[in-house]
């Protein structure tokens, strides 16, 4: 398109149906004679540095490393940008405290180093990323935090978030809009969406056959974030439970309930010291090496994320390790209550574990 716009500007003629499919042919040969190259979306890594796309018409970037946080205008790695980008709040020093994020965002103390990790990790396309369960009941927040936490991880003009789908093509054009894959109000999670997202998650293939083409295939390599809201019943595959870190948010009491428009207006004025704290962590992170060689005791099968919320845990002087093995075990316990036959058997087993005489479920 870039092309046909240059001629019709030299030419003031517009390119017509022949010239066009020569132009994609001629261009797909060229592609088929050189190596493929990694194209980013919003975050990249690149020599121990974080890139991220500011979202600005200049093409500014963000880049993160061990000495600190610099705008720039170039860097080695290659962007492409979903229709929906918005830019990420202005730089600014921070002088808040982050536990204050807890207001907009209703997690628990203890999950704060494994919320501010997820966000960190959500950014290091050089590894698994992150799989974020946000649940709890009428009036806790849950969409206008998960509003929130994209704005500090990847805002844009309008939130796609939408239904789980286990169609391909459905989720491959989501992974086109924006970096982070979020679904809102999900209820359940079929098997074929779990191994989908399993598979996002951490880099597999995509692959379905290309549009109007008989034999091609088309394959992407994804590895994004993925945030589900709304979600714990029907959670059956223990492939993504394994994955994930599940956030319970606390429900609003009625006294400090407040319009959205004033929280809202509040969250403008913050969100850039916030934005700050965490690139500030994130840069502590890179000088730190955290990634190399730190051994973590946890059951979470994202090591390289469980590293990232250790060293969180450190900075702000919360167990988040211990967290996660709570989410873990929370989300053990409603993967075996997927069916009937797996709730019964651990049922029977909690009797055994206790001792209960006469257990109903034997």
Known sequence: LTICNQFHITTNDWVGTNGINHLASYLTAQCGLSEPVEVHMRAGFSAGTIYLDNGTPDAELIRINGTGVKLVSDCPIYFTRGAVISPFPELSQSTIDLREIRRFIRVDEDALPALIGCI????????PQPIVFLYGSAGSGKTTSLRFILDLVDP?????????????????????????????NASHVKSDASDHLA?????????????????????????RPIVINGIMDGFTRGDLASRAISFELSAIPKEEREAFSDLEMEWELLKPEFFAS?????????????LQFQKIDSNHRNIDLMRVIAFV???????????VEQSIKSLSRVVLGGNVVTEALRATIDCAIENTAGCSHR
């Open 313 to 323: 845990s450190e900075k702000l002087g919360i167990d988040g390790i211990e967290y």
């Open 278 to 290: 965490i690139l500030n962590i994130a840069s502590s992170i890179l000088a730190n090496n955290v």
């Open 120 to 127: 960190i990790g959500m950014w290091m396309s050089n590894i």
């Open 199 to 223: 598979r996002i998650a951490t880099g597999g293939e995509m692959t379905l056959r290309s549009l109007y083409e008989n034999d091609l295939p088309h394959i992407t390599m994804l590895m």
């Open 156 to 184: 844009t003009t309008k939130m796609p978030g939408g239904a789980l789908t286990e169609n391909v093509r459905d989720l491959k054009s989501l992974a086109a809009l924006r970096r982070v894959l979020v679904f809102d």
